[in-house]
C-alpha cells in the first residue's frame, strides 16, 4: 500500500527484488544463505543507478525507505553511503545477536540464518548487523517500530536510534 501511496503523489518509486527472493528460484534465493544484507547493497544501488542514467531521478533528491528486511536495508544503505536525502527505517533488526536472542523465532533464527549461536560466531553477526555501520550514518533519518511487533522489536530501532 505504501509504495502505491507514494507513486499516486508523484513520486517514482523503485522496487527494487536483491537477491534473496523466490522470483528467480532457489539458486538466487539462497545467495543471501548465512550472507544477509551482504550484495543486497549492490543490487539496490545499482537499481538507482539505473533510475538515474535514464534520467528518471533527481540524484539530489533521494529517498530511501523500507520495512522489515527492507528496515535492514535501509538502515544498511545509510551506513554505507550517504547519497539519499533523507530515510526511514522501518521495522528493522539492526544488531542480529540482539534479535535472535529474543525475537519471536528465537530456535528458528539462528538454526537457519546463521552458522550457530551468536556466541560461537561474534564476527558474522556482527558484521552483518547495521549497528556496526552507525558511526557512518549522516543521512537524516526516522527510525519507526510498533511496540507490539514482536518480529522486528522496539529494542531493535531504539538501538538504531540511540547510536545515531
Do not use: C
Not at 549492490?42 to 538507482?48: A, K
Amino acid at each position: 500500500m505504501e509504495i502505491q501511496l507514494m507513486a499516486a503523489a508523484g513520486y517514482v518509486v523503485a522496487y527494487i527484488n536483491p537477491r534473496g527472493s523466490t522470483s528467480y528460484g532457489a539458486d538466487f534465493a539462497n545467495q543471501i544463505h548465512h550472507a544477509y544484507p551482504g550484495n543486497d547493497y549492490h543490487d539496490l544501488i545499482s537499481g538507482v543507478d539505473a533510475l538515474i542514467d535514464n534520467g528518471l531521478v533527481d540524484p539530489e533528491r533521494l529517498y530511501v525507505t523500507g520495512g522489515s528486511g527492507g528496515g535492514v536495508l535501509t538502515a544498511w544503505i545509510i551506513g554505507k553511503t550517504d547519497r539519499f536525502r533523507a530515510a526511514a527505517v522501518v521495522k528493522p533488526v539492526i544488531n542480529w545477536t540482539s534479535f535472535v536472542l529474543t525475537g519471536d523465532l528465537t530456535p528458528f533464527f539462528h538454526k537457519y540464518w546463521f552458522p550457530g549461536l551468536p556466541w560461537e560466531h561474534p564476527e558474522h553477526y556482527f558484521e552483518r548487523s547495521p549497528i556496526s555501520l552507525a558511526g557512518n550514518v549522516s543521512t537524516p533519518t526516522m527510525v519507526m517500530t510498533g511496540e507490539a511487533d514482536w518480529r522486528t522489536p522496539m529494542w531493535e530501532s531504539e538501538q538504531f536510534y540511540q547510536a545515531l
